[in-house]
C-alpha cells in the first residue's frame, strides 16, 4: 500500500479531483442545454417562475387551463404567492383571470395573498356612471371646467346614489377626511370603509385626465391611512383615483412601483349620456325624493 504523501498517490488524487470537476461543470452546462431546448421560445414566458413552482402546480395548470396567457399568468400567481394546489384549482375554478376586472391596479402584487386581491379586483369596476351629475346645471360645457370641490359636494349630498354605484358593501366615512401626521395634514376627497374586504378605501377625486402625480399623492394617503387611522384588525387601506379619463395601458405601467393597493377608474357624468338615456333619467327632484 503506497504511503498518501507520495507522488504517485498525489497525482492520482489530482486527477480524480479534476475529473469530478469536469463532471460537475459538464453536468451543469447539459442542465442549462436542456433547459435552453425545453423551454418554449414564447414572448413574455415567465422563466424563472415557471422553475420556481413544482411538477403538481404545472400538471393543474396544464389540465384546466387552455391558453398561454391563462397559464402565464398562474405561474406567475402560484410564484409570486406561493400558492398551494388546493388554492390554484380554487383560482382557475373561479376564473379570476378573466373576473380581474378591467381597473388598472396592482393589487395581485400589494395585497397579502392571492384570494383577498381577486376579491379586491372584483369589488371595483373600471367606470362608474355618476348620472346624478349634470354639468349644464354649474353652468359649464365640460367636466373639466367644474372645480373639483363642488362635484364632491355633489357627490356627499347624493351619497346613497353614489354608494349604490360603487357597490352595497360600502359604507361612507367622510369627504375632505384630515389626518393630522409627523406635523403635516393630510386630506382625502372621500373615505369609506369595505365591509366585504374589511379594508378602508380612499378614493381621490379628480374633474380631469389622469396624471401620475395622483399615483404619489394617493400612496401617501393610503401610508398614513395604515399607519394611524386603520384598526388592527382591518385589511390594508385600498386606493382608487377617480378621474373623467384615463389611458388603462400608462396607469397600469405608471401604478406597478407604488407600494400601496392603487387602482385608476373613470366616470361618465348625466352630460356624457346619450340624450335618449339623459331623458330616461328622473329629474334631480325626483332623485332626492328617492333617495
Known amino acids: 500500500m503506497l504511503d498518501t504523501n507520495s507522488a504517485v498517490t498525489t497525482a492520482e488524487l489530482q486527477f480524480i479531483d479534476d475529473e469530478s470537476r469536469n463532471v460537475s461543470i459538464d453536468r451543469e452546462n447539459d442542465s442549462e442545454e436542456i433547459q435552453q431546448l425545453q423551454l418554449p421560445n414564447f414572448k413574455d414566458f415567465p422563466v ?114 353614489f354608494i349604490m354605484t360603487f357597490g352595497r358593501d360600502f359604507t361612507f366615512v367622510g369627504n375632505q377626511f384630515r389626518i393630522e401626521a409627523l406635523g403635516h395634514t393630510h386630506i382625502i376627497d372621500l373615505l369609506f370603509f369595505n365591509r366585504e374586504l374589511s379594508s378602508l378605501v380612499a378614493i381621490e377625486l379628480k374633474t380631469g385626465p389622469f396624471k401620475t402625480a395622483y399615483l404619489g399623492q394617493l400612496n401617501i394617503y393610503l401610508r398614513v391611512l395604515d399607519d394611524f387611522v386603520r384598526k388592527p384588525n382591518e385589511n390594508p387601506s385600498i386606493g382608487i383615483v377617480l378621474c373623467k379619463s384615463a389611458d388603462k395601458a400608462y396607469v397600469e405601467y405608471a401604478v406597478r412601483d407604488y407600494d400601496k393597493p392603487m387602482g385608476v377608474a373613470i366616470y361618465k357624468t348625466a352630460t356624457d349620456m346619450p340624450e335618449r338615456l339623459r331623458k330616461a333619467l328622473p329629474d334631480m327632484e325626483e332623485l332626492k325624493k328617492l333617495l
Request: glycine share 2%; hydrophobic share 40%.
Open 48 to 161: 424563472e417562475e415557471f422553475f420556481k413552482i413544482g411538477f403538481t402546480h404545472h400538471t393543474a395548470i396544464l389540465s384546466q387551463v387552455k391558453t398561454l396567457q391563462e397559464r402565464y399568468f398562474y405561474i406567475r400567481l402560484c410564484a409570486n404567492e406561493f400558492l398551494k394546489v388546493d388554492t390554484l384549482k380554487k383560482l382557475m375554478k373561479e376564473d379570476i383571470y378573466h373576473n380581474q376586472g378591467s381597473l388598472p391596479n396592482n393589487f395581485i402584487e400589494k395585497l397579502p395573498s392571492a384570494e383577498f386581491a381577486r376579491r379586491a379586483i372584483l369589488a371595483f369596476k373600471d367606470e362608474y356612471t355618476l348620472d346624478f351629475i349634470n354639468v349644464e346645471e354649474f353652468g359649464a360645457r365640460d367636466i373639466e371646467d367644474v372645480d373639483e370641490r363642488i362635484v364632491e359636494n355633489k357627490i356627499v349630498h347624493n351619497i346613497k346614489n
